[in-house]
């Protein structure tokens, strides 16, 4: 019983967090034209680019994640996706009454609360395999560099 939760329940819960992204891969390869068209949708040029890109980080990064193969930088690009989309493509906010069910903005709102909460469990993976706390390592080290060389070119 331990192995299912110290090995099982964190593979599981590493598959419900990113199952939903080779499903879009397949679903934006099937329907290449309405992904084009929202790609293109947004504020950022470029939307084939720009789906290609989303394509390769929507077949790439799920098996990372649940395999634990650069599992944290996987989480954090994933991460970025989902934050991106979710400011760029359910920009709620730009719709008149968005609250109703009959506004066009109705969906984008669960859509964009969708990704924050993916967010949050990829900043878990994050945390999980190491990245953040590395990352914060690395950033006290430049800042203690930064110091130093200040403080030497103070001196001269």
């Given at each position: 019983m331990e192995w299912l939760i110290n090995d099982g329940l964190p593979v599981l819960a590493r598959v419900f967090i990113v199952w939903i992204f080779p499903f879009s891969f397949l679903d934006?390869?099937?329907?290449?034209?309405?992904?084009?068209?929202?790609?293109?949708?947004g504020i950022l040029p470029g939307g084939a680019v720009l789906l290609v890109m989303a394509m390769a980080v929507e077949l790439l990064t799920p098996p990372?994640?649940?395999?634990?193969?650069?599992?944290?930088?996987?989480a954090f690009v994933l991460a970025g996706y989902c934050a991106i989309t979710a400011v760029v493509y359910h920009n709620f906010w730009?719709?008149?009454?968005?609250?109703?069910?009959?506004?066009?903005?109705y969906s984008h709102v669960w859509d964009f609360f969708k990704n924050f909460g993916l967010v949050g469990g990829l900043i878990f993976v994050m945390y999980a395999s190491g990245f953040i706390q590395d990352v914060r390592k690395d950033i006290e080290q430049m800042s203690m560099a930064t110091q130093v060389e200040t403080a030497m070119g103070a001196r001269e």
């Open positions: 934006k390869l099937v329907n290449w034209d309405n992904a084009l068209k929202q790609a293109t949708s990372m994640i649940v395999f634990g193969f650069f599992d944290g930088i996987a730009s719709y008149p009454r968005f609250w109703s069910p009959k506004s066009d903005g």
